[in-house]
């Protein structure tokens, strides 16, 4: 039997393009182009999406060879994206580069509202809000009211992001306070300062009564 040449695959090219900044919970796209050795675009070919060493998705190249994913990272840390194309009988496989990437914390942004003054004999609220830097509520997390390293009083965000805290009695005089959320596993800590200054409030005293003159019937307190 005479030998069959075998017949010659055109070579592709498979690049890939991933953003910067990646932050935990927000949606971001990885995309891609497959080009053949005459850089001419390859439609409808299945592209794979690796993040390390496994494949998470598929995706089929558009008539301009263009090819996207829409993901949203669920844990932090250094992740390495990579584009496959596993070839065809007519075209051979390909692989983009590699890219590395750390995805990081979300940005929290704490609002604040505190009087500037208050008394001794009773307490005074502090409200504001917790959100993201895209302003989208951050719920059920505790925000502290520190007072140099002291927490004097706390509160818990609730649906809207919102918190109300009640800061009881503490001494006369000038008070630098810091509200603030300490973060944790999601989200950066943030915090805002406000200057409470705490007097005793004034008293005065006065008489129904005046005393007209020693022979006045009734007596006088």
Do not use: Q, W
């Amino acid at each position: 039997a005479e030998d069959v040449e075998p017949i010659d695959k055109t070579e592709t090219s498979l690049t890939i393009e991933v953003p910067l900044s990646l932050v935990y919970s927000d949606e971001f796209n990885i995309t891609g182009v497959l080009i053949d050795e005459d850089e001419n675009a390859l439609e409808n070919e299945t592209i794979y999406l690796y993040v390390g060493s496994t494949s998470v998705d598929t995706a089929t190249t558009n008539s301009s060879g263009e090819v996207s994913f829409t993901r949203t990272p669920v844990t932090m840390g250094t992740h390495t994206f990579k584009l496959v194309y596993e070839g065809t009988l007519d075209y051979k496989g390909s692989e983009s580069s590699s890219v590395t990437r750390e995805i990081g914390k979300e940005t929290s942004v704490i609002s604040c509202t505190a009087p500037s003054s208050a008394y001794i004999d009773g307490a005074f609220m502090i409200t504001g809000s917790l959100v993201t830097n895209d302003d989208e509520a951050i719920n059920g997390k505790t925000i502290k009211v520190y007072e140099n390293d002291t927490v004097i009083a706390s509160g818990t965000t609730g649906t809207n992001g919102a918190y109300s805290i009640s800061v009881g009695i503490i001494s006369t005089g000038s008070h630098s306070l810091s509200i603030s959320f300490d973060g944790d596993n999601y989200y950066t800590n943030s915090s805002s300062n406000k200057t409470v200054t705490v007097s005793s409030p004034s008293v005065s005293l006065a008489s129904s009564k005046s005393v007209l003159s020693y022979a006045d019937s009734e007596s006088a307190t």
